[in-house]
């Protein structure tokens, strides 16, 4: 059984940043590919970010509104933890924050690979 706990969502203006955290417990953290997902009001939940087991691998949703080079995922296996840097945010980036871990130990884009999910944190980006 694995544990994931997000933190760090909130209200933020456009053009801001916010660094969302994910403690996990359980499974060991540092064997398992982890990844960031993220539901918009009315959609369905859509990859964000995903790292590899040691940090070393990542890989960016190619989006329409694509957080390539305004996001930026990270981990920590001495303190289980998972990070996603948000910077420049756009109020298209107001969704539910989730972060997952994978079954495997390399990154993956598709939620089926993910068998743990945290319960979701909120992100606001006004304009």
């Known amino acids: 059984q694995v544990q994931l706990v997000e933190s760090g969502g909130g209200l933020v203006q456009a053009g801001g940043s916010l660094r969302l955290s994910c403690a996990a417990s359980g499974r060991t953290f540092s064997s398992s590919a982890m990844g960031w997902f993220r539901q918009a009001p009315g959609k369905g939940r859509e990859f964000v970010a995903t790292?590899?087991?040691?940090?070393?691998?990542?890989?960016?949703?190619d989006l329409r509104n694509s957080v390539k080079g305004r996001f930026s995922i990270s981990r920590d296996n001495a303190k289980n933890t998972v990070y996603l840097q948000m910077n420049s945010l756009k109020p298209e980036d107001t969704a539910v924050y989730y972060c997952?871990?994978?079954?495997?130990?390399?990154?993956?884009?598709?939620?089926?690979?993910?068998?743990?999910w945290g319960q979701g944190t909120q992100v606001t980006v006004s304009s």
């Open positions: 790292t590899s087991w040691g940090g070393g691998s990542t890989f960016y949703a």
């Open positions: 997952a871990a994978a079954r495997g130990s390399h990154g993956s884009t598709r939620e089926g690979d993910y068998d743990y």
